[in-house]
C-alpha cells in the first residue's frame, strides 16, 4: 500500500566462492561479507560482523536501508535493526523470511514465535516494558497498542476468540511463553506462513515510513 514510497537498488557484489558458510558442517566459504550460519548456535540465524565491508560496496550510493541477498539453498535469515537484513536467496521460502527480517531490521519489530523451555527464553525481563512495539509484559501497555483494543477485550485474550479480537493482548512472545504478550494470534513476526504483519506491526511500520518518507 506504500510501495510508492519506495526505490530499490540492485547492487552485485561477486565472491570468491559460491555459497554461505555454515559451522556446524566445517563449511566455510570466502565471501563478500563473510556471512555465516550458526549465529547464538541457531541453525538458522544468519549474520555478518563485516559491517565496514557491507558499506564499502554501497560507498556512493544513497540509501536507507540494506538488504543482502545471499546465494545459497540453505534455509535461514537475520535482521539486525538499524543494520541490514540477511537472507537466503534461494530457498523456497525466501520471500516471507525477507518480508520477516525486514520487520526485525527496518522496523525494530520483535518476534512474536515463543518455545516452552527454550534457551531463550529469558531474553527479556518481565519486569520491564521491551522497547518494540508488538510485544509488552504489560508493564507500560499505555505506550504499546491499548490505544487499538476493544473495548472489553479480554487480558489475556484467549487465541480461540481471535476472530472476535483481531488485537488483543495474547500470551507468548518474544520467545517466551509465559509473561510477554503479543498483539494477535498470528502474524507475520510469529510465522512465516502467515500473509500479512498484524495491525500494530503494520501501523509501526506505516509511521516509520512516513518518518523517513514525508
Same mark, same amino acid.
Given at each position: 500500500s506504500m510501495k510508492d514510497r519506495f526505490n530499490i537498488v540492485a547492487v552485485a557484489s561477486p565472491s570468491d566462492d559460491t555459497g554461505?558458510? +555454515?559451522? *556446524?558442517? !566445517? @563449511?566455510?566459504? $570466502?565471501?563478500?561479507?563473510?556471512s555465516h550460519f550458526s549465529t547464538f548456535y541457531s541453525d538458522r540465524y544468519l549474520t555478518t560482523r563485516r559491517v565496514k565491508s557491507i558499506h564499502d560496496a554501497l560507498a556512493g550510493i544513497p540509501y536507507e $536501508?540494506?538488504?543482502?541477498l545471499a546465494n545459497t539453498e /540453505?534455509?535461514?535469515? %537475520?535482521?539486525? #535493526?538499524?543494520? #541490514?537484513? &540477511?537472507?537466503? =536467496?534461494? $530457498?523456497?521460502?525466501? *520471500?516471507?523470511? +525477507? +518480508?520477516? /527480517?525486514?520487520?526485525?531490521?527496518? !522496523?525494530? &519489530?520483535a518476534d512474536e514465535y515463543f518455545y516452552d523451555d527454550d534457551v531463550m527464553t529469558d531474553t527479556y525481563s518481565l519486569d520491564i516494558e521491551p522497547w518494540e512495539q508488538n510485544i509488552s509484559t504489560?508493564?507500560?501497555? =499505555?505506550?504499546?497498542? @491499548?490505544?487499538?483494543?476493544?473495548? !472489553?477485550?479480554?487480558?489475556?485474550?484467549? +487465541?480461540? /476468540?481471535?476472530?472476535?479480537?483481531?488485537? %488483543?493482548?495474547? /500470551?507468548?512472545?518474544?520467545?517466551?511463553?509465559?509473561g510477554i504478550f503479543r498483539p494477535a494470534?498470528?502474524?507475520?513476526m510469529r510465522t512465516? @506462513?502467515?500473509?500479512?504483519?498484524?495491525?500494530?506491526?503494520?501501523?509501526? &511500520?506505516?509511521? &516509520?515510513?512516513?518518518?523517513?518518507t514525508k
Open positions: 554461505v558458510s +555454515v559451522p *556446524r558442517l !566445517g @563449511e566455510w566459504k $570466502h565471501t563478500a561479507f563473510s $536501508h540494506i538488504i543482502i /540453505e534455509y535461514g535469515g %537475520g535482521g539486525i #535493526y538499524n543494520a #541490514y537484513t &540477511l537472507t537466503t =536467496a534461494h $530457498h523456497p521460502m525466501f *520471500r516471507p523470511v +525477507v +518480508v520477516h /527480517e525486514f520487520g526485525h531490521s527496518f !522496523g525494530g &519489530l504489560r508493564i507500560d501497555f =499505555a505506550s504499546k497498542w @491499548e490505544d487499538m483494543l476493544i473495548k !472489553g477485550t479480554p487480558i489475556p485474550t484467549p +487465541v480461540n /476468540e481471535q476472530a472476535k479480537y483481531p488485537v %488483543g493482548v495474547y /500470551e507468548g512472545g518474544g520467545y517466551s511463553a509465559k494470534d498470528n502474524c507475520r512465516n @506462513e502467515y500473509p500479512t504483519f498484524c495491525p500494530v506491526c503494520q501501523r509501526s &511500520l506505516q509511521r &516509520l515510513i512516513d518518518f523517513y
